[in-house]
């Protein structure tokens, strides 16, 4: 072939490739180096002071992470308040109440941050890290979270639509949902392990405990223990008039990251539908058998699900902003 040719062909192919490279390729470990080099460290700081004085924050901020990587991509999008002129994605209809602890260790750790390099650290990135550094604290594994994501630029309740999962759906409909998102079935599965932490409010398993047969008020799912039901429907007897009670998602462990979420699905002590549904499905239930078996297959198989998740539609360069603050766009207008 002629040189010039081959040149020619070479440009046009490293061109092709420049295009194609993902927003996630561009994140790198080393982002805030020059610009802000204590920033992990800031982050490690105020999150650790912030768990330790409230231990509901960890769960918070990894289901937060969750929410917004899975809703349009890891930009902070959850973050932003609603206003007269926008319903923003935290006001989206399924949000279930996200936890405010969650929000707040963000908003502290970025407090922090813009005292010591003003406008230069995402709340994107903050929120991937502070999620890192929480799930540590309660045991779980270490994962990498590279740099550089930027913060939306909107945020819409319409957004979320059909992006997130409920308790009520199936293991095919939860597979399809993560395959859009390119996780596979075992990724499910050890992501689902995140309910080894936190709790879940009486209406969403309600339904599981109360009226299961269509007739007596009594009845619970059978593929309860009957001990956990009914423990839980006492729980949960005054629910509807107080929907602030809830119950741990872990009844074993529930404030340590563990393989006892696994473990509890085989006796029949899952809480939510969704949960209890992967240890009785074809497609998950080797999973559920494995990380019930092997804490170190969880932690390594989670570690790399979290990896990619913390990469999920992020917007670098001119697609995103660097936020002054992390419930509000900069221009304000918007
Ligand atoms: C597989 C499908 C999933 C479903 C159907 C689901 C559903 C739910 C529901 C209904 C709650 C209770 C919310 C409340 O009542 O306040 C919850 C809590 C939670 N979820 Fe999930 N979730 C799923 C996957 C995940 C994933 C992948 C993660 C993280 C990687 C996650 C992290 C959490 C955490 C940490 C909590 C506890 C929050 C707290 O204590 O404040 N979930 N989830
Ligand atoms: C789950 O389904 C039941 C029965 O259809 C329904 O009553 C309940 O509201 C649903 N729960 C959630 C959280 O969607
Ligand atoms: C539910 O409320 C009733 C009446 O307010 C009260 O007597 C009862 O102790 C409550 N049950 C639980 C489990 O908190
Ligand atoms: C548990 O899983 C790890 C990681 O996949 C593997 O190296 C180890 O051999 C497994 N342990 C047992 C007892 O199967
Ligand atoms: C949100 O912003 C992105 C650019 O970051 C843009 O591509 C998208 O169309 C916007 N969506 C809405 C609903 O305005
Ligand atoms: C349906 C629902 O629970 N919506 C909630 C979403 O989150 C906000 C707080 O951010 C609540 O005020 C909504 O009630």
């Not at 709790?199 to 223990?225: E, K, L, T, V």
């Not at 240890?279 to 058998?289: D, G, I, L």
Request: hydrophobic share 45%; aromatic share 8%; net charge neutral.
């Amino acid at each position: 072939m002629e040189r010039r040719a081959l040149v020619t062909r070479i440009a046009a192919l490293v061109a092709v490739l420049l295009l194609a490279t993902p927003a996630a390729a561009k994140l790198t470990a080393t982002y805030y180096q020059k610009t802000c080099p204590k920033a992990e460290q800031i982050v490690s700081e105020v999150v650790t002071t912030k768990q330790i004085t409230t231990p509901i924050t960890a769960a918070g901020a990894l289901r937060l992470f969750f929410h917004d990587c899975f809703a349009g991509g890891c930009d902070a999008s959850v973050l932003v308040s609603t206003n007269a002129f926008n319903r923003a994605e935290r006001d989206a209809d399924d949000n279930v109440s996200l936890p405010g602890d969650g929000f707040d260790v963000v908003i502290r750790a970025k407090t922090a941050l813009e005292l010591q390099c003003p406008g230069v650290v995402s709340c994107a990135d903050v929120l991937a890290l502070a999620t890192r550094e929480l799930v540590i604290m309660l045991g779980g594994p270490f994962y990498h979270v590279r740099l550089g994501r930027k913060d939306a630029l909107n945020s819409t309740a319409a957004s979320v639509e059909g992006q997130l999962p409920g308790p009520n759906m199936t293991v095919d409909q939860l597979i399809s949902l993560f395959a859009q998102k390119s996780f596979t079935a075992q990724e499910l599965v050890a992501l689902s392990g995140a309910h080894t932490v936190g709790f879940s409010h009486c209406d969403q398993f309600a339904s599981r405990i109360y009226g299961y047969d269509g007739r007596n008020q009594n009845a619970y799912d059978p593929a309860m223990n009957p001990q956990f039901a009914q423990a839980l429907q006492k729980a949960c007897a005054n629910y509807t008039t107080d929907p602030t009670i809830a119950a741990f998602n872990d009844v074993m462990t529930p404030g340590k990251f563990d393989n006892l979420y696994y473990q509890n699905l085989l006796r029949g002590l899952g809480l939510l539908a969704s949960d209890q549904a992967l240890a009785a499905h074809p497609r998950t239930k080797p999973f559920v058998q494995l990380y019930a078996a092997n804490q170190t297959a969880f932690f390594t198989d989670f570690a790399h699900a979290m990896e990619k998740l913390s990469v999920l539609g992020v917007k670098t360069g001119r697609k995103g902003e660097v936020r002054r603050r992390c419930d509000a766009f900069n221009n304000l207008s918007t």
